[in-house]
């Protein structure tokens, strides 16, 4: 079947609130020799996406302005050195951008197979989390079966996948979470505790739950303010992770001693900036560590909400609400 001309996107113009989020038409990406063109049934919603939005996150040069991370459809064209997609093939994504709309062009080695009996929903909810938990808590924070780790934001995209994951490789975790119901699904997906943050101390907490030992890995997605109390949480030679600065990124008055007393690691990343060969290395990690578990159904991501790509605007909504658990998906087309 022959392309369409044109296609549908998401426009988010000169950047503001929910608002600005526009579907409009314009011209299908043309993809590079080594990659591939996805005729996209469902694209994943993340944080990242409305930073974008708000103009405080520009993409990288040569990557699509359009906003999203990470889609799941069929290869409609694939490049000469795009090995082994093929036309027909269904693949999830981690885009470098161009997700909010029903074509994208996508390094090769950045898609990643369905995994077994999957949709295109549940599938693009996979690659922006899976991706970003590997690298960092799994990556930078060496994470092993036997180790404690804190993970706030628990009832995020990034926090159920952390607390699947973790458990699934033998790891003791513990989330924190914003309310009785968010803790409460934290200890279903195998958190050993959930703290409410908003009524209890973390640090406190956690010092109650490991008996005073600590934990060997935070993953910290807040930043500032948190940082002290994440210090004196970690166990000797544990590893401070931060994946984003919500709460802010410049902290002030910190007791940096424990870094040195405890001999710790403070280190972060985020995804996006990362080469191609990077991301293709960690896609490899994925498919062999962990999409078996997927096949087998050991975990799955969690979703929260499913809107037409058109209602992008409620979508970045729900997301700033922070009233979601898991993952927020648009659905493409009739495909997903």
Known sequence: MALPADMLFIDHGKGGGPEVLVPTRGPLPIPRPDE??????AAGVNR????????????????????????????????????????????CALTNGGAYAEYVAVPATQCLRWPRGYDAVRA??????????????????????????????GSSGIGTTAIM???????????????????????????????????????????????GRGVDVVLDMVGAPYLARNLRVLAPGGRLVFIAF??????????????????LTVTGSTMRPRSTAEKAAIA????????????AGRCAPVIHAVLPLERAAEAHRLMESSAHIGKIVLRVGQGA
């Open 36 to 41: 591939v063109l996805i005729r996209v049934m």
């Open 48 to 91: 990242p996406d409305v930073i974008q939005r708000e103009g405080r996150y520009p993409p990288p040069p040569g990557a699509s302005p359009i906003l999203g991370l990470e889609c799941a459809g069929e290869v409609v064209e694939a490049g000469p050195d795009a090995a082994p997609w093929k036309k027909g093939d269904l693949v």
């Open 124 to 153: 693009a909810a996979l690659p922006e989390t899976f991706f970003t938990v590997w690298a960092n808590l799994f990556g930078l924070g060496r994470l092993k079966e036997g180790d404690w780790a804190l993970v706030h934001g």
């Open 165 to 211: 994951l973790g458990h699934a490789f033998g790891a003791q975790i513990i989330a924190t979470a914003g309310s009785a119901e968010k803790c409460a699904a934290c200890r279903r997906l195998g958190a050993v505790e959930a703290i409410n943050y908003r009524e209890q101390d973390f640090a406190e907490e956690v010092k109650r739950i490991t008996g």
């Open 246 to 263: 919500l709460g802010g990124e410049k902290a002030q008055e910190v007791d940096l001693r424990p870094i040195m007393l405890k001999r």
């Open 284 to 295: 490899a990690q994925l498919l062999e560590k962990v999409w078996p578990l997927l096949d």
